[in-house]
């Protein structure tokens, strides 16, 4: 079965330092993984998702996420926080053997302090 | 641009009466579904349909139905609204078939039932 674990519930950081979500997942096989982000009264929007050709992955925002298979894990980080960044993120994993279904973390909710 | 459009942002509901909420995506996706988010819980899958006239239950289903008569519209049913079913609906849709494909999301339907 596939699940993701997102670790931390919140997450709060200084305008311009360093952001680290941390999400550890489970799968029977090479996972398919992702990162979306969720603002305000928005829907989810894709940031970035593995593609297994490179463990590093670049998204859209400065985004980033590496895909560690020793560790199950799939972090996102993001150099510098902007209080734009300040949002809800989700790891997703999906199965390609059940129709791609997609399983979700419980989310990470971010706050970036001026 | 590629869209998920859901019929109502917000919906306001009494106890008992049968909801309609309504999906409809452009992008010919063979996959659709419907999650509920409530805070601290991430999205959970109600029901997703794979293909017309197919559907599976996800892992919440219960006093939850849905009807997939078209290709590009999913619609998701509460037989008989009770206030634990106040809650975030999102629509999602996603290709089959390729690893790595990503879901679509809709804007969301808050629905409140009193």
């Known amino acids: 079965a596939q699940s993701v674990t997102q670790l931390d519930s919140h997450v709060s950081v200084s305008e311009g330092t360093p952001v680290l979500l941390r999400c550890n997942y489970s799968?029977?096989?090479?996972?398919?993984l992702f990162w979306y982000v969720q603002h305000p009264n928005k829907g989810l929007q894709l940031l970035l998702k593995?593609?297994?050709?490179?463990?590093l992955v670049k998204g859209i925002n400065g985004f980033e996420a590496e895909f560690k298979k020793s560790e199950t894990s799939f972090h996102l980080t993001k150099p510098s926080a902007h209080m734009s960044d300040a949002a809800e993120y989700f790891c997703?994993?999906?199965?390609?053997?059940?129709?791609?279904?997609?399983?979700f973390g419980s989310g990470t909710k971010l706050n970036v302090k001026p | 641009d590629v869209k998920v459009t859901q019929s109502s942002r917000y919906l306001v509901k009494r106890t008992g009466e049968k909801v309609f909420l309504e999906c409809v995506q452009d992008?010919?996706?063979?996959?659709m579904f419907w999650y509920r988010q409530d805070p601290g819980l991430g999205l959970r899958l109600i029901y997703f349909?794979?293909?017309?006239?197919?559907?599976e239950k996800g892992d919440i289903p219960e006093g939850y139905s849905v009807s997939r008569e078209k290709k590009e519209r999913f619609s998701l049913i509460l037989e008989s609204a009770s206030t634990n079913q106040t809650s975030m609906y999102l629509c999602?849709?996603?290709?089959?078939?390729?690893?790595?494909?990503?879901?679509?999301f809709g804007q969301g339907t808050r629905l409140t039932v009193v």
């Open positions: 999602a849709s996603s290709s089959q078939g390729a690893s790595n494909t990503e879901a679509f």
């Open positions: 799968s029977s096989y090479s996972p398919s």
């Open positions: 593995y593609t297994s050709a490179a463990t």
């Open positions: 997703v994993v999906s199965d390609l053997f059940n129709f791609n279904k997609f399983y």
């Open positions: 992008m010919d996706h063979e996959n």
């Open positions: 349909s794979y293909d017309v006239k197919m559907k």
